[in-house]
């Protein structure tokens, strides 16, 4: 390497110093981290497959071997039987755009819908109204019940003969809690709807947590009349970002996702996702750390961060002046500020908690409402969920002397 490259180089370094500390745990959002071994894996097959491009799959027989193989493995994770089929995509957001796709184009196929709709829990991840708005959904959200999970009577209320797909989550995202996806379910299959459980967040642990004996409610294929299923594999797969699989119940149901023209100079130009050319790294990177892991290091790994979630839930509780929102099903969990007895409103701004938590290098989801942290544990987290706590007793302990108030928060940058 030239000097140039290496100072070049050495600036891309630079430049990273201040980012998220999310290899020592500091990052309750956003990164995860298995160890330097599996970080190793996952780095090195995401850069020899790089600049590969998984557009044309018959061009790379590679990124073909490492996606079939991928969609298998998870396929097998929540029981897809023989006629399961589905794809890689860049992510969650793309995974769910394609079940949301493809279920408006069922609706207008087999039954002539052209004003669609989706019914789905206030809880469902925002990627499903970003969903709706691209590609001309109407998005109706039904209330959560007292434990934050869908409520079912709500949800048949807002079906009408437009509605073309019904959604759950394992788990949702803001409070952590599955969804009961056997009622949601069995309401899609009475009125020949499709349903989609987003188990981006639980995909990967939920299996391997039913094998070290947790209870878990049923939420897979295995439950008659789920059509859809998306697991993000850049989470709790610990694979590169740029990793997630959508999985539908049948070829036939995957056939409303993928698309087709020819109406170009171009000739026949077939894809499975939303984007044209994208890296082949992120499938090379999953394939390897998946074969790295296998059985035995996803169920280590899943034991690590559902550990790690329970303990930091069972501290929560013993805070008087937090509200632990739910019981964690998984491995997210969320609070916020106790209520005040008068008027039961929050008794300090739970955001301001968050700030300082910053300050000593701690990173948390702000959400709401209600105003919330959130925490997404991982396997990296078991180490520090006691100097966590520590500094959590301690910013607490500041807001309610100084009535500090914090910032609200974003998921996301739009400049
Ligand atoms: C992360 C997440 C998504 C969106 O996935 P991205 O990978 O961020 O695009 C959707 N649903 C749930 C439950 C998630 O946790």
Redesign the pocket.
């Known amino acids: 390497m030239d000097d140039v490259a290496q100072e070049v180089l050495r600036q891309v370094a630079e430049i990273g110093a201040k980012d998220l500390n999310w290899k020592q745990g500091r990052a309750f959002s956003l990164a995860y981290y298995a160890g330097a071994d599996v970080q190793e894996v996952a780095d090195q097959a995401l850069a020899m497959y790089a600049s590969t491009n998984g557009l044309n799959a018959d061009a790379f027989p590679s990124l073909k071997k490492f996606q079939s193989e991928v969609v298998q493995m998870v396929s097998a994770w929540v029981h897809g039987g023989d006629e399961s089929a589905g794809f890689m995509t860049s992510?969650?957001?793309?995974s769910?755009l394609l079940a949301v796709k493809g279920s408006r184009e069922r609706g207008r196929q087999e039954k002539g819908i052209t004003t669609p709709n989706v019914v789905l829990p206030t809880s469902a991840?925002a990627?499903f109204e970003k969903a709706c708005y691209y590609f001309g959904l109407e998005s109706r959200r039904i209330a959560v019940d007292a434990e934050w999970r869908a409520d079912v009577t709500a949800m048949s209320a807002a079906i009408d003969s437009n509605t073309v797909l019904l959604v759950g989550?394992a788990?949702?995202?803001p409070q952590g809690v599955i969804d009961p996806i056997s009622e949601i379910a069995s309401l899609g299959l009475s009125m020949d709807i499709n349903v989609h459980v987003?188990a981006?967040?639980g995909g990967v642990t939920l299996p391997f947590l039913e094998r070290l004996g947790v209870p878990i409610t049923p939420w897979d294929f295995r439950v008659d009349g789920v059509t859809s299923i998306?697991v993000?594999l850049?989470?709790y797969g610990y694979t590169a970002k740029g990793a997630?699989v959508i999985l539908h119940r049948s070829k036939k149901l995957r056939s409303y996702q993928t698309f087709v023209t020819d109406n170009w100079l171009g000739g026949f130009y077939g894809s499975s996702g939303v984007l044209g050319t994208k890296s082949g790294g992120p499938m090379a990177a999953a394939w390897a750390v998946m074969n790295y892991l296998g059985d035995a290091g996803y169920l280590r790994l899943t034991k690590a961060a559902y550990d790690a979630c329970q303990q930091l839930a069972d501290a929560i509780e013993q805070f008087p002046e937090l509200q632990l929102r739910a019981r964690p099903d998984s491995t997210l969990l969320s609070f916020g500020a106790s209520e005040s007895n008068n008027d039961s409103s929050p008794m300090f701004d739970i955001y301001a908690v968050a700030d300082l938590l910053a300050q000593r290098g701690w990173y948390v989801d702000k959400q709401s409402p209600p105003a919330s942290l959130h925490c997404t544990v991982n396997a990296v987290h078991g180490a520090v969920i006691d100097d966590f706590l520590i500094d959590l007793r301690w910013a607490v302990d500041e807001v309610l002397t100084h009535d500090s108030r914090g910032e609200r928060g974003s998921y996301g940058t739009i400049e």
Do not use: F, N, R, V
């Not at 992510?91 to 793309?94: A, D, I, P």
């Open positions: 992510g969650g957001t793309e769910i991840h990627a989550s788990p949702q995202y987003d981006c967040m998306s993000d850049h989470k997630s």
